[in-house]
């Protein structure tokens, strides 16, 4: 985990859809690769949102405008089944950022197994490929995360009937699903631990705000350390055992909750976009917030015993079924 180089964020089109965010990764970059080309190179994969254009316009825009050249990796067609040689080329040789979308985690690195995008993914990490993105372009990387991916929204069918102005037909397919509720979601497992993005967000459709839901779920999961970064939060691994934490500029963290009282009066009055630490210690959940900088070992860590797999995982996935689950139905037939 030492030798991985990322550029991680709480938000995915939030915080790259930003004149700031894009320029805090292409610097980023630059800094770790002062000899690349002017023109850099972004692979970009939004299997999260099914390849649609929208998303893709809304996490490159500010990138290309930039200087970079984008490359979409589309994986999400139920026609493509596995990588292609120039998508291993793009990844092995080409790209110098790999941005993931965000959108749906379970249906994304499931997609990513089918085709054998998951180890292209993990070759590039090892060739210390700049590996950016928010959300589930965060989740993504780590061993598991905590996701909305069972929320009926981010589900194929209602996002491309959305896309294709079909929004009452979308609301139907949304108020059909069954009930939802955050779910410990599986990742590629690069980098150990348990993310939590949009850490300091309210409520989600009906749901409770992610800095309370997140703190009842790793108690049903406690050997694992949970990452959580706050909506406007970076994380940056640096690829040599060090790590370091910015907000974005001009923005600021939602108060703290009282569920997360009592605190110190510093952390009270610190209003900067955060990363912060939550485990469990003799049955109590614990917080501590990340410091600007240091020593990724001292951040990141396996988990401390066996692993509890989330028993609605596999429901879920049946809900939003990827084209080789045996389930999945084109969306309009």
């Known amino acids: 985990m030492n030798s991985i180089r990322a550029f991680l964020c709480g938000s995915g089109s939030d915080f790259f859809s930003t004149k700031e965010g894009a320029a805090s990764l292409i610097a980023f970059v630059r800094q770790h690769a002062p000899s690349a080309p002017s023109k850099l190179t972004v692979a970009y994969v939004g299997t999260a949102t099914y390849d649609l254009p929208d998303s893709l316009h809304a996490q490159t825009d500010q990138l290309e405008k930039q200087g970079c050249q984008i490359v979409p990796v589309c994986v999400a067609n139920p026609e493509v089944t596995s990588v292609t040689e120039q998508m291993k080329k793009l ?118 705000p992610r800095y309370t ?74 917080r501590r917030r990340v410091p600007s900088s240091g020593v990724v070992s001292d951040l990141l860590r396996p988990a401390s015993g066996p692993l509890v797999q989330d028993p609605f995982v596999s429901y879920f996935a049946m809900a939003n079924p990827t084209p080789q689950s045996g389930r999945f139905v084109t969306p309009g037939s």
Not at 139 to 152: K, Q
Not at 228 to 248: I, M, N, P, R, T
Request: contains cysteine.
């Open 213 to 286: 839901d997140v703190g009842k779920m790793l108690k049903r999961h406690p050997t694992e350390r949970c990452i959580a970064l706050d909506h406007w939060a970076v994380l940056k691994l640096h690829g040599d055992g060090q790590f370091s934490v910015e907000g974005l500029p001009g923005k600021t963290r939602l108060d703290p909750p009282a569920e997360e009282s009592p605190q110190p009066a510093e952390e009270i009055a610190n209003k900067a976009p955060g990363v912060f630490i939550l485990e469990m210690d003799n049955g109590a959940l614990t």
């Open 91 to 208: 990844f092995q040789q080409e790209a110098h950022v790999v941005l993931v979308s965000g959108g749906n985690t379970l249906y994304a690195v499931r997609r990513w197994k089918e085709t054998g995008l998951d180890a292209v993914l993990t070759s590039a990490a090892q060739r210390q490929v700049v590996l950016a993105g928010g959300s589930a372009g965060a989740i993504c990387w780590f061993t598991s995360g905590h996701s909305d991916s069972a929320n009926p929204k981010t589900f194929l069918k209602p996002s491309i009937l959305r896309h294709i102005g079909k929004e009452a037909e979308a609301k139907k397919e949304e108020a059909d699903a069954v009930s939802w509720i955050y779910i410990r979601v599986p990742g590629l497992n690069i980098l150990p631990g348990f993310l939590c993005p949009h850490y300091d967000r309210e409520a989600c459709d009906g749901q409770p």
